[in-house]
């Protein structure tokens, strides 16, 4: 597909549209919506960056676009790790920052009604208030934006109890790639009217439609939670520990993740904080939630118990507000840290069934070792979704980076479609990873997908060049 | 689309691919194929009824149809309610009940792999005696297969809290509308690794694949439950205090259902069982579960002083086996007893905000007694998807019945359009309810679906007439 250019006359109709301050072509714009937090992906500076405020605004312009063939990449808070906001074939960055209202908030049928550019944690916060709780929870959740949640099915620290995104969204708005207007669902928690465009949509990575608004589920916040932090000796032993635990608590635990002994020096670096053993191969962090504090208790008790016996070095359990935010300011500053001393990196999300996770994670330091590279291994050790990172030696030239890198990506996946796993669990395909994507899915699935593609946005205008 | 039928040639083919055996023309078979368990829908006899017993022969089948361009209607056990399974356009067909293996428990994983004709109590079952838990549960659990739940997006009495079928599902194996046989997800709990095809096909009532394996998700088994039941003097009070009841609590019950006076009447008739209080004008059936006996009994007490308050004439605790499977037996019959005493009938599946719950069951009193129709109302009160079900008075004429009927149904549709809801919360479109979409949905809505449909089934080979 040959596609157009942003000329006068476009952009003349562009701010016709959305009115001059919305149509921005100056340079530090143009340079700044040309990437998002993606390590090691090229960029592209788009011709022009829109901020629609308005669904109708938003079809005029996916309109135009396919009367000038003009690429659109729609963008949430430019989080993204996948490459999934990078304007690969220039045109239209469509930005949904403006159309960032909470619309309503409806306590008695336990939802919010969203704009897509709200932060996430924003949601989260205005639940808490009065009671109810947004059950989704990113690690980005102060930076990310819902919309970009939706985009990627975001997961996070919550997905073993209460799911991915794509469970908590019970309506939503959205602008096709032919620019029509339509809506699926409501506030109803049951609906089987037709295809589940909702969870097609969701996860779709900006391809098959523009959400410009959702209905978000909501539930009783839990009464009583605890974080507990565990050091082990041997990393080993921790994700071992993993399958082992659940059964026997005969609860689901609502976060289960593993910080390496370099992640934890990593973040330690970051906040200049420190944690109790941090000599320990590895951490796990463990949350508990009950509507019932002794039963919390309880459960943490002997939970704590059976951690000892898998070769825990210590239980320490934090169960009042100050002591768990700080347990899980350390966990989200890992990929802060990451980012701010070793940007050159690659942060990957492989997804493994949970007895594959051992596998995993020792291999990657092996893989590590082989090509001369560092490695971190740090994620969601409960659902089998860890994100192993590969960081470039100080002293190693780039050159040589990218060619040790590709060499382990490539026995990274390998693996991990050995094991029945995924390329990605929660950071999305984009463009990172698409040239990889006929390691996991043969070509009659890539193109069962494709016909979908095809035949909802023939014109290719929606984020072209992302997941296939 | 003119579509061909089974000539001797095709029946031929058919014997070789799936044997001799698994190809049945006598009128017996075409005449139990011809239709499901679903009241007042045209019916229509299939030229051929396969067995198939692998995936393979699924796969030729499906080219096979598409060579001769013969029509195939998948089907599971065939307790539809939607008419799903009636193959309106004749030609193939194709019962998965043959296959109905349990092909792979796996503990350390917590999945449960199974053949589409695996009927779901067995699933339930399987996994409770290994501690722990399918979450999914049909009313039909009994009687419905799998794979009809996953054609059906199947809800039941335990989706508050753990939502529909489509949350279990962590991967499947299925024949597209051209015959290729393609793998989606596995073992592991994330993966947004391009579409979410496993979402699209779950709800996608047979027209879009044919699910021929299916990777579920099992939880562990909750250590104790207590089902209350609770007799309202009026039923309004017993609707009301549901959206109360839910946050007070603190915690999501794992269900809660209404059967009005009618419908106690009728299970009582079916079952030739009391349950107390007769002549209360509503019963709700509330179950919660936890992993700690003395947390459950706190909030069950406290749950029922708060139902006390709002107008329930008492409170009965159920907290063994035999106790609780009475209460679920009893709520479980009201459906059997409509099928065996008024076949003809007309069970709805409306699905609204839990804040329309009031206005959609009083209507439904009034709709019924404008029209001289008989009525009862049942169902999962607790996520506002209502059972809404029209009797033809036994003196009633048949011709007199349908206009009654149709002009009813179109009263309680624009009621629930108008409140935000669905027309069918977790049985299907289908046959029954396509002529009804436009009321919910825009032209622009519709097609956007009918893309998908026609471009992964070409010639409209899968369950045509269904849904649009």
């Not at 980005?140 to 939706?150: Q, R, T, Y």
């Not at 997961?155 to 207007?181: A, F, Q």
């Not at 071992?240 to 593993?258: A, D, M, N, Q, R």
């Not at 590709?406 to 996946?413: F, R, S, T, V």
């Amino acid at each position: 597909m040959k596609f157009g250019k942003v000329d006068r006359n476009i952009s003349k109709r562009l701010k016709e549209i959305v009115g001059n301050e919305n149509v921005r072509m100056e340079e530090d714009y143009l340079e700044k919506y040309s990437k998002d937090e993606t390590s090691g992906v090229i960029t592209k500076k788009p011709d022009v960056v829109v901020f629609p405020t308005s669904v109708e605004q938003v079809s005029e312009i996916v309109k135009l676009a396919n009367e000038y063939l003009v690429p659109i990449t729609p963008r949430g808070a430019g989080t993204g790790l996948s490459g999934g906001a990078i304007p690969i074939h220039g045109g239209i960055v469509l930005s949904l920052e403006k159309m960032n209202r909470i619309v309503e908030f409806d306590p008695t049928n336990m939802t919010v009604t969203v704009e897509p550019g709200v932060i996430t944690d924003e949601i989260q916060k205005l639940a808490e208030e009065h009671n109810l709780y947004y059950a989704g929870d990113p690690a980005s959740s102060e930076s990310s934006s819902i919309g970009g949640n939706i985009a990627e099915n975001a997961g996070g620290t919550r997905v073993i109890k209460y799911g991915p995104t794509s469970h908590h969204v019970l309506g939503m708005e959205l602008v096709t790639p032919t620019g029509e207007i339509v809506r699926y669902g409501g506030k109803m928690v049951k609906n089987v009217m037709g295809y589940d465009m909702i969870r097609l949509i969701v996860g779709s990575e900006g391809t098959l439609g523009i959400v410009t608004k959702i209905i978000l589920r909501l539930i009783p916040k839990p009464k009583y939670f605890a974080t507990l932090l565990i050091p082990f000796e041997k990393l080993e032993d921790s994700i071992k520990s993993v399958p082992e635990v659940i059964p026997t608590l005969g609860v689901l635990p609502s976060s289960i993740e593993l910080m390496d002994k370099e992640s934890v020096e990593m973040s330690k670096n970051f906040l200049n904080e420190n944690i109790p053993n941090m000599d320990a191969e590895a951490h796990l962090i463990i949350e508990l939630d009950s509507p019932d504090k002794e039963s919390l208790v309880k459960e943490y008790m002997k939970l704590g118990d059976e951690l000892m016996k898998m070769g825990a070095i210590e239980v320490y359990v934090a169960d009042n507000r100050y002591q768990r935010s700080r347990i899980w300011k350390f966990r989200k500053a890992i990929a802060e840290g990451i980012i701010a001393f070793r940007p050159v990196h690659c942060m990957e999300d492989v997804s493994v069934p949970i007895s594959g996770m051992p596998d995993v994670v020792k291999a990657s330091y092996g893989i590590a070792r082989k090509r001369d590279l560092e490695v971190l291994v740090f994620g969601h050790v409960g659902d089998g979704n860890m994100h192993v990172t590969f960081l470039k030696p100080v002293d190693m030239e780039n050159r040589v980076w990218k060619e040790k890198l590709e060499e382990a990506l490539k026995d990274l996946y390998e693996l991990t479609s050995k094991l029945g796993g995924s390329i990605t669990g929660e950071h999305g395909v984009g463009l990172k990873r698409r040239k990889y994507l006929g390691i996991f899915l043969s070509d009659h699935e890539i193109e069962f997908m494709r016909k979908i593609k095809k035949a909802l946005d023939p014109k290719g205008i929606l984020n072209p060049g992302k997941i296939f």
